[in-house]
């Protein structure tokens, strides 16, 4: 009988072991929209802010970047790099969650989590 009782779900798997039921659910990849990064103008406190008692409507609530030559307010700072479909690394991951990694719940999660079920979870993500 395996330490691990596992639940397939359409994008992940959830995971109890059955010595203590400690459970933990994986997600086939790690998908999100690395976007780029603008240089901003200071931004001030307004009214529908939150506001220290030290500070008031219209003190600045972050500082502008600092502009290189050529560059404005809205140009890209740091470009990046779109949506990222980047693979879990299953030792670590399952070393953080279960303080172990067990061969037979590894070879599980990723001979579920195909290319091509990842390709489809992204898309899903992206909402194609």
């Not at 470009?79 to 172990?100: K, M």
Request: hydrophobic share 35%.
């Amino acid at each position: 009988m395996s330490k691990y009782t596992t639940t397939k779900n359409t994008y992940s798997i959830d995971v109890v072991r059955n010595s203590d039921n400690h459970a933990c659910a994986f997600m086939c990849s790690n998908v999100f929209n690395d976007v780029d990064i603008l240089y901003t103008d200071k931004i001030l406190y307004t009214s529908d802010d939150y506001i220290p008692s030290d500070k008031k409507v219209g003190d600045v609530r972050i500082e502008a970047d600092t502009l290189p030559d050529g560059k404005k307010f809205g140009d890209i700072k740091v470009a990046g790099r779109g949506w990222v479909n980047d693979d879990w690394n299953w030792d670590t991951e399952l070393q953080a969650a279960f303080g172990e990694v067990d061969a037979d719940l590894k070879k599980e999660l990723t001979d579920y989590f195909t290319t091509d079920l990842k390709a489809k979870y992204l898309a899903n993500e992206k909402g194609e």
